[in-house]
């Protein structure tokens, strides 16, 4: 799934990325705001996963992800 597309949806993603991840607290959600680089480097500091591991396991996140979008 593209980054862009989650970081838009970011309030959607939220509640997902707790789900999976439920170390990190709301404060982080908030300030992370859907940056990958900053996601990343916070599950590196909460599970110790290394950067490429890190990245890896978010990735993996986010390719189960759907997003629905707005019928017009």
Same mark, same amino acid.
């Given at each position: ?12 993603? /939220? ?20 940056? /990958?680089d900053q ?12 950067k490429d ?20």
């Open positions: 799934m593209n980054w862009d597309i989650i970081k838009g949806n970011w309030n959607q993603f /939220k509640g997902k990325v707790k789900e999976e991840w439920g170390e990190l607290t709301d404060d982080d959600l908030q300030q992370l705001d859907g940056n /990958k996601i990343v480097g916070k599950l590196q500091e909460r599970y110790g996963y290394a591991e890190a990245e890896r396991r978010l990735d993996e996140f986010a390719g189960r992800q759907r997003v629905e979008t707005p019928q017009f």
